[in-house]
């Protein structure tokens, strides 16, 4: 079966801009998971959405806002990118919250801002 | 504040050698501690540990729970080139859903 996709695989942008990942689950699954991969900081969680509703929020700034549709698709917007958001975001489904096995994680979106 | 601390940060090791790696974790209602492998970007599953002093084991890897010390260890015996990774350790509190504490890995290089 299909696994966890993200798109784009890379991105660049300017600081000041604006960007919307994407991230589509396992097929059935309905949990998705974002988390922020750098160098410093490691693997920190974004926020988790299940039945298009946020369940779970990290410590981030509000630039850092998702969504999940009615097909478990999710998107990730950060606005005002600043040269640390630069990082490997990545999202992670499951069937439902709290089930931990089969939790997959995507290959990532690696974004730079420059 | 959930917290979990890996070591060493990094080490180099021989073809055959056996690597142990460590992982320490303070978190409010623990409810289980896994082991990831990272070679390029997705981190891909190793062990979900829930209960102290079980050994878990996948061919040359396995891993154990000390739930009074709060910590895990992950051992890979044999190691070969396929296994240089970066190994990240994460512990999931209860009723937290799917939100997971991360360590800062370790990476392991294996050299023929």
């Known amino acids: 079966k299909a696994g966890v996709t993200q798109t784009p695989r890379y991105l660049i942008k300017t600081r000041g801009q604006q960007v919307t990942l994407s991230c589509s689950p396992i097929?059935?699954?309905?949990?998705v998971s974002w988390y922020q991969q750098t160098p410093g900081q490691g693997l920190q969680f974004l926020f988790e959405y299940f039945s298009e509703t946020q369940r779970n929020k990290g410590n981030f700034p509000g630039r850092f806002s998702g969504r999940q549709f009615s097909n478990s698709r999710s998107e990730m917007n950060v606005s005002t990118l600043e040269l640390g958001d630069s990082a490997l975001y990545l999202c992670a489904s499951s069937f439902d919250p709290g089930q931990l096995y089969g939790y997959t994680f995507g290959s990532g979106t690696r974004l730079t801002v420059v | 504040e959930d917290k979990v601390v890996q070591s060493p940060l990094s080490l180099v090791v021989h073809e055959g050698d056996t690597v142990t790696l460590n992982c320490s974790y303070e978190v409010t209602n623990f409810r289980s501690l896994l082991w990831y492998k990272q070679e390029k970007k997705a981190p891909t599953f190793l062990f979900m540990l829930t209960s102290s002093g079980i050994e878990k084991k996948s061919g040359r890897l396995s891993s154990i729970l000390d739930k009074k010390e709060l910590f895990s260890i992950l051992n890979i015996t044999a190691t070969q080139t396929g296994d240089s990774a970066i190994y990240l350790c994460a512990v999931e509190a209860l009723a937290a859903g799917n939100k997971l504490t991360f360590g800062g890995g370790t990476r392991v290089l294996v050299k023929p």
């Open positions: 097929s059935g699954h309905r949990s």
